[in-house]
């Protein structure tokens, strides 16, 4: 049975420390009896305590680490159902399949464009999580293994139904703590006890929800720690309700044998339909979807609705307010500024990067609003913008005395020539994909 706040906080180290990121040791106790928090997140509780407390108070999901030590990947301990009811913790990671079919010589390239499959968006760095290693079917599982781990920058899933082939190829890269996937009712026993005595984790999948429920705890029985729940996608909405039943049954009903993450091998007829329905599981609950293409066009899609949906609603989306220079610009640049909310800043510097026009931007501190609901909720001021052009030395850094202000503003425009040294107050674009054509076309004329 589950314990109270109050029997948790009588096993705490009662020092009010905060090292826990709470108050308190109560409000700490409060969060580990709601499994918002882990126990492991007080880092003074004593041996003693933990084994009293371990089991009752373990979190609903079980938090999942893959690779080697320094380079893991982590997927689980998710507390909530809806990201609005707390936030959503560990991202859904990507994986690409290296299929068995593949010469040496083109896995090691799929692998190196895995590898660079890096982009940037709104100040963060979107990667590719995992390389889906197809061993069975391979001439020499062991050697693929290998020749994959070898060149593979990011932890492996190994992929294979045969106990014998996964045995070979998983001793071969034990180091890598790969994931060996995938477990069911045929091979349950074997791949249960390979994964235990090498401390793998292991992806378990069911012909049922009740088959999986026993796979999982048999899993666990033979002492596998690591647990993922792998579904199939030969039914979309089969497999989107499945997704959703196992979170609930975890983490509404504390259901121990489906307190895992989950993870999704996607098989679709193109690549047009593999983004679309990865995105969908990954916006739905699967810890990690394997895709067959590593094309940008395919995986930034999932991406960004894994970046969307994993961003903490409680906390504002900003960049630090300061003057940013862009393309290296000189005294006679153009000088604009706009709000510190991240996603209006980095619209704004990428087209001025594509108008190719250096220029100087200026975020001013709008508590991470963008314009119009800043100048709505009156986040956003003249006085606040002529004073952040101040605090920067924007006007040292140029010969001339115009500004650039955004085109959902041009109110400000009279105030901030009576009021600051910008004599010249320019109304830009209201949008930021008009910024290229507005600088080449206006700037300078
Ligand atoms: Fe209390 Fe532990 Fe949190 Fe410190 S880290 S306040 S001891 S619960």
Same mark, same amino acid.
């Given at each position: ?130 390389? &889906? ?11 693929? &293994? ?139 609950? &699967? ?107 924007? &006007? ?50």
């Amino acid at each position: 049975m589950a314990l109270t706040g109050m029997q948790i906080y009588k096993l705490l180290p009662k020092t009010n420390c905060k090292d826990c990121e709470l108050p308190t040791c109560m409000a700490f106790a409060m969060q580990v009896a709601a499994k918002q928090k882990a126990l492991t997140d007080c880092p003074h509780v004593s041996e003693e305590s933990k084994s009293e407390l371990s089991e009752a108070s373990a979190p609903p999901m079980k938090l999942v680490k893959i690779g080697p030590e320094g380079g893991q990947f982590e997927i689980g301990q998710e507390t909530v159902m809806f990201r609005h009811e707390e936030k959503f913790h560990r991202p859904c990671g990507i994986a690409v399949r290296i299929q068995a079919g593949l010469s040496d010589e083109d896995a090691l390239a799929k692998v190196d464009k895995v590898n660079n499959s890096v982009f940037e968006r709104v100040g963060q760095t979107l990667k590719v999580e995992l390389c &889906a290693v197809e061993v069975e079917g391979a001439k020499d599982p062991a050697g693929r &293994a290998k020749l994959v781990a070898e060149k593979s920058k990011i932890p492996l899933i190994l992929i294979g139904k045969d106990a014998g082939v996964m045995k070979a190829a998983a001793e071969a890269v034990k180091d890598k703590r790969p994931l060996i996937y995938r477990a069911d009712a045929s091979n349950i026993d074997s791949f249960a006890e390979l994964a235990s005595s090498l401390k793998l984790p292991l992806a378990v999948t069911g012909g049922s929800l009740e088959e999986l429920s026993d796979l999982t705890s048999k899993a666990k029985d033979k002492g596998v720690e690591d647990i993922l729940l792998s579904f199939d996608t030969e039914d979309l909405a089969k497999t989107l309700r499945w997704l959703t039943i196992t979170r609930r049954a975890a983490l509404k009903k504390n259901f121990r044998p489906f307190g895992y993450p989950s993870m999704v091998e996607v098989s679709a007829k193109d690549a047009e339909e593999e983004s679309v329905v990865g995105a969908a599981y990954a916006a739905k609950y &699967a810890g990690i979807v394997i895709v067959d293409n590593a094309e940008p066009w395919e995986l930034i899609p999932i991406m960004v609705v894994v970046q969307n949906l994993y961003t903490d609603p409680q906390v504002p989306n900003t960049v630090e307010a300061k003057l940013y220079e862009v393309g290296n610009p000189g005294e006679n640049s153009p000088v604009m500024f706009t709000t510190n909310f991240s996603l209006t800043y980095f619209s704004v510097e990428s087209e001025v990067e594509r108008s190719k026009v250096p220029a100087y931007i200026c975020a001013v501190d709008t508590e991470g609003l963008g314009v119009l609901n800043a100048y709505a909720g009156d986040k956003i001021s003249v006085e606040k913008v002529v004073k952040t052009l101040q605090e920067q030395k924007v &006007a040292e850094k140029v010969k001339h005395r115009k500004l650039i202000i955004p085109g959902l503003l041009p109110i400000f425009r009279a105030e901030i020539e009576d009021t600051s040294e910008w004599k010249e107050v320019i109304i830009g674009p209201e949008t930021a994909r008009e910024i290229p054509a507005f600088l080449t076309g206006n700037w300078n004329k």
